[in-house]
């Protein structure tokens, strides 16, 4: 092609107009027409686990930006086109006469193959692709290049690494105009996808039509919405764009002594209205769509700093470690034989979407945890907060993540790694996946007999318990002393309070709604309302995941080796291990899972031993008392033992010797200031 550039340029997690090298690259071309164009691409719509909340985030974020672009240029917009990008885009290059294509780097899984796919069939097109990094503040690449060819594992690698590759630059302006889009008329068919599988259908309340025309309903490219999209509503309060996260952040950063005093580890879990932290995670996320970032990388470290002093900020925020999002082949993650697992493909090695419900009680506990009525109101509260808002503060995820897996309910870290990928509107699949790896002790952290207690932890930062009252509003007028123990109140307290505690959160049995919670508190005699039973003892949960954890660190498998692979790893277990350890397969006359939002009964029914773990109450309501003080304490094992099997003591006291009595990671957290470390 002769001529000026004609430009596409290509929208993906980057939906805001400041901070982007991509978008300078492409203005810098000086061209006769520049396409802001946003593929909707089936892979997120069908294939990524979405919900509501996540889409209307993404809906927010692409019409401000859609009006933004008009405000530079009346005659532009951002054109939503609908079809897949590596069959739309070479028809685009051929209908406009695209001379250049230029985006932003994006390093997540199925990006680079999609990327590359583009690349080839630009070149087929003799069209010119420019790619520059922006999503983070430094590209993931060239760590790992700095980090001598390995995959950054810890921060303190990443801050090593970064120091070789200079200081973050300073952001870069937003443009102050654009230049024309030229003719957008297009004549050319559409390549409609395949709805199937669709695995967000759970989240739709009607069908999904959004594939309807290759230029949207009216032939405008017009940004899809929640009706095309046939959502349920969404409930969040946190709406997304470049304008308000801009917005937002100028008005932090107003606040000096808030931002030159602020310490993200001293923040409170149980703080709302507002919250502890920034609350700017969600609009600086630079997961694929439908998570997308309004904010560049760079600004929220540079303004920050700018405000105290005029010196580049010298180290990234957080980890960029590139992980693995699941334990099968994943070279670096622990084997555990949890409940739930995933099933794999057995072409690609791949999780299908799908699990293994190795035990009816399991399932019963994962759904219980997931919507919010396990009994315990701490993490109910948590999970509620989570699925109606889209955020929980990082503390509150901590402790849901090691409920689930190591400290109670020995499930599988990938089913709490997807209901985070359903519900937040911060997800990004390398920290989700890395942070829950980390929380269930299977990769970064070892300590996996230090556990956060649902009772003690909430304490330190709210003892009256007004996190609880906010989400777990059935038990708004508990005493104190019982807010989160309800299950220890007096009958006549009960009475008393309008609640009372009894049945397993299904059907009328309570613990549903809420703020968010499913299904709403459920209502008893003479219109009590009903909060659940804790769904086991936690004490005695605990230390039947610290002993099967401990269990799988002796083994020492990792999820590639070959007896990971091939099933044979159960020869390595007792049969009356924790987990699926029995026989040679999984056995049970097991069914396949896939979570569509109520309670799924495993084949197997639910055994003794299940039974004795459930932790029955006593006649008033409370669970036989059968843990001395020092287990109430949730005592810490001795780390020489850790670190005899094989596992690291990262973040933790190193010292061996005597048995310290530092109780769970909740003691931990108050102590922090004290002893200056990170945990």
């Not at 609350?279 to 920050?304: C, E, F, Q, V, Y």
């Not at 470690?321 to 034989?337: D, L």
């Not at 031993?609 to 005592?635: I, Q, T, V």
């Not at 003691?667 to 990170?678: L, P, Q, S």
Request: charged share 25%.
């Amino acid at each position: 092609m002769t001529g000026k550039p004609r430009v596409i340029y290509w929208f993906r997690t980057d939906l805001r107009l400041h901070d982007s090298p991509a978008l300078k690259a492409a203005l810098d071309l000086k061209p006769e027409c520049l396409y802001p164009v946003w593929c909707w691409d089936p892979h997120y719509v069908y294939r990524a686990r979405v919900g509501p909340n996540r889409w209307q985030y993404l809906l927010d974020c692409q019409s401000d930006l859609s009006k933004s672009i008009t405000k530079l240029n009346s005659k532009s917009k951002l054109f939503v086109v609908r079809e897949a990008p590596q069959t739309v885009l070479p028809k685009l290059f051929n209908a406009w006469k695209i001379s250049h294509l230029v985006f932003e780097k994006d390093t997540d899984a199925y990006a680079r193959e999609r990327d590359e796919k583009v690349m080839e069939l630009a070149r087929e097109a003799g069209v010119k692709v420019i790619v520059k990094m922006g999503r983070t503040l430094y590209d993931p690449d060239e760590l790992v290049k700095a980090n001598g060819g390995k995959p950054t594992m810890s921060i303190t690698q990443v801050e090593h690494a970064a120091k070789k590759l200079g200081d973050i630059p300073r952001p870069i302006p937003a443009p102050k105009s654009l230049p024309d889009p030229g003719d957008t008329t297009l004549d050319i068919p559409q390549e409609r996808p395949s709805q199937e599988p669709d695995i967000n259908a759970p989240q739709r309340s009607e069908p999904e039509t959004s594939y309807t025309n290759l230029a949207g309903p009216d032939g405008t490219f017009s940004v899809p919405t929640f009706s095309e999209l046939g959502l349920k509503p969404a409930t969040t309060p946190h709406r997304g764009g470049e304008t308000l996260a801009l917005s937002t952040l100028d008005s932090i950063i107003a606040n000096e002594s808030y931002t030159a005093t602020f310490s993200k580890p001293s923040t409170a879990p149980t703080a709302f209205s507002p919250q502890s932290t920034t609350l700017l995670s969600p609009t600086t996320t630079s997961a694929p769509s439908p998570s997308a970032s309004s904010t560049g990388a760079r600004t929220t470290p540079w303004k920050p700093t700018a405000a105290k002093a005029n010196n580049p900020p010298r180290s990234p925020p957080t980890s960029s470690a590139n992980c693995s999002s699941e334990t099968f082949g994943n070279s670096h993650c622990r084997f555990v034989p949890w409940h739930l697992p995933s099933t794999t493909s057995p072409t690609n090695g791949f999780i299908t979407g799908k699990y293994t419900i190795t035990s009816a009680l399991h399932e019963t506990w994962y759904q219980r945890w997931k919507y919010g009525r396990t009994g315990f109101p701490w993490i109910d509260a948590l999970m509620r907060q989570l699925r109606r808002e889209g955020w929980i503060h990082h503390l509150g995820r901590h402790a849901v993540a090691c409920f689930l897996t190591r400290g109670g309910c020995y499930i599988d870290w990938e089913r709490g790694a997807e209901v985070f990928e359903e519900w937040l509107l911060d997800h990004e699949t390398a920290c989700n996946s890395g942070n829950w790896q980390w929380l269930a002790c299977v990769a970064f952290y070892a300590q996996f007999y230090r556990c956060y207690s649902p009772v003690a932890f909430p304490k330190k930062t709210d003892k009256s318990g007004a996190f609880v009252r906010r989400y777990v509003p059935e038990l708004a007028r508990f005493p104190e002393k019982f807010i989160y123990e309800p299950w220890r109140a007096p009958i006549a307290d009960q009475k008393a309070a309008g609640c009372l505690v009894k049945g397993d959160g299904r059907g009328g049995g309570g613990g549903g709604g809420g703020a968010g919670g499913r299904g709403g508190g459920g209502k008893g005699e003479g219109g009590m309302k009903i909060y659940p039973k804790p769904m086991f003892d936690f004490n005695a949960r605990r230390g039947i995941c610290i002993e099967g954890v401990k269990s799988a660190y002796h083994v020492n498998l990792y999820g590639d080796d070959e007896k990971v692979k091939d099933g044979s790893w159960r020869e390595l277990f007792p049969d009356g291990a924790e987990g699926p350890t029995e026989g040679v397969g999984v056995g049970g006359g097991l069914v396949q899972g896939e979570d569509g939002g109520g309670l799924v009964q495993g084949a197997d029914g639910v055994g003794e031993k299940e039974k004795l773990e459930e932790g029955a109450l006593n006649d008033e309501g409370a669970p036989p008392d059968k843990s001395n003080k020092k287990r109430d304490l949730g005592l810490d094992e001795d780390e020489r033992e850790a670190r005899a099997l094989g596992g690291e003591t990262k973040g933790g006291d190193r010292s061996a010797g005597k048995r310290k009595r530092q109780g769970t990671l909740d003691g931990a957290f108050a102590r922090r200031g004290k002893r200056g470390k990170k945990m």
